[in-house]
């Protein structure tokens, strides 16, 4: 049997570096024999695949994964996908979300899933269904890691995530902090997050980083 293992991607919100650290992410297990692939279940503010998280990760990691297999719904409006999805009439349906993984699943023993915003991000909301980020997690069984920055403020945001997924039962792997610079604040940050979530800082990413600094295997390990 060989079941692939999955990981979901998410952070303490929008822009805060998880496409930039599931590249890294995704590179480091590639490149230690691991046969990871990328997806995400819907992008908003982009023209195209290539120009889009996706294809960013899908170079940058030199996966080399078809277009269509990235991401099932891609939306040119920078908004929530449930608001880009009813501006462009094309409402999100997760039996399309769910099929999509499961292809990948069949090419990849290791599947790492971007999330879309924080964790708080609504997908679909019409008369017909609701969907949340969240049930993208749920449906597809998968372990979280969460993406944060590493300076001020951080605390909050990171205890609000950790609070608002332990609350779900969506579990979490570890965390890894992004934009870090050192120094006392933001070493205090690293303490103050673990002891808080009792959730490990797995690794810490400075501007520009072209490697992360964590083993392969321990990156594999956080998949399920
Ligand atoms: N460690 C980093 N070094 C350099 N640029 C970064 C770093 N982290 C994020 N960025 C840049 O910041 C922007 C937002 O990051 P991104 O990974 O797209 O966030 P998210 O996927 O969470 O919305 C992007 O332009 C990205 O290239
Ligand atoms: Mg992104």
């Given at each position: 049997?060989?079941?692939?293992?999955?990981?979901?991607?998410?952070?303490?919100?929008?822009?805060?570096?998880?496409?930039?650290?599931?590249?890294?992410?995704?590179?480091?297990?590639?490149?230690?024999?691991?046969?990871?692939?990328?997806?995400?279940?819907a992008i908003s503010g982009a023209d195209s695949v290539a120009q889009s998280d996706a294809g960013y990760v899908n170079k940058f990691a030199g996966i080399g994964q078809s277009e269509d297999s990235?991401?099932?719904?891609?939306?040119?409006?920078?908004?929530?996908?449930?608001?880009?999805?009813?501006?462009?009439?094309?409402?999100?349906?997760?039996?399309?979300?769910?099929?999509?993984?499961?292809?990948?699943?069949?090419?990849?023993?290791?599947?790492?899933?971007?999330?879309?915003?924080?964790?708080?991000?609504?997908?679909?909301?019409?008369?017909?269904?609701?969907?949340?980020?969240?049930?993208?997690?749920?449906?597809?069984?998968?372990?979280?890691?969460?993406?944060?920055?590493?300076?001020?403020?951080?605390?909050?945001?990171?205890?609000?995530?950790?609070?608002?997924?332990?609350?779900?039962?969506?579990?979490?792997?570890?965390?890894?902090?992004?934009?870090?610079?050192?120094?006392?604040?933001?070493?205090?940050?690293?303490?103050?997050?673990?002891?808080?979530?009792?959730?490990?800082?797995?690794?810490?990413?400075?501007?520009?980083?072209?490697?992360?600094?964590?083993?392969?295997?321990?990156?594999?390990?956080?998949?399920?």
């Amino acid at each position: 049997m060989n079941k692939t293992k999955g990981l979901f991607i998410t952070a303490t919100g929008t822009d805060v570096g998880k496409t930039y650290v599931t590249g890294l992410i995704v590179k480091k297990m590639r490149d230690a024999g691991f046969n990871c692939g990328y997806y995400k279940g819907a992008i908003s503010g982009a023209d195209s695949v290539a120009q889009s998280d996706a294809g960013y990760v899908n170079k940058f990691a030199g996966i080399g994964q078809s277009e269509d297999s990235l991401v099932p719904y891609l939306y040119k409006e920078a908004v929530s996908p449930h608001l880009a999805a009813k501006i462009e009439n094309k409402p999100i349906e997760m039996a399309v979300v769910k099929a999509g993984y499961a292809k990948n699943a069949a090419s990849f023993n290791y599947l790492t899933m971007e999330g879309s915003g924080g964790i708080v991000c609504p997908i679909r909301h019409d008369d017909k269904e609701k969907i949340q980020l969240e049930d993208f997690i749920k449906e597809l069984s998968l372990p979280s890691l969460i993406v944060a920055d590493a300076g001020l403020g951080t605390i909050n945001y990171v205890v609000l995530t950790v609070e608002y997924m332990k609350a779900r039962n969506l579990p979490i792997k570890a965390i890894i902090l992004n934009n870090y610079s050192g120094g006392i604040m933001q070493e205090d940050n690293i303490k103050m997050i673990e002891e808080m979530t009792n959730i490990k800082v797995a690794a810490l990413v400075k501007k520009g980083d072209t490697e992360l600094d964590i083993a392969a295997e321990a990156l594999a390990a956080f998949y399920e």
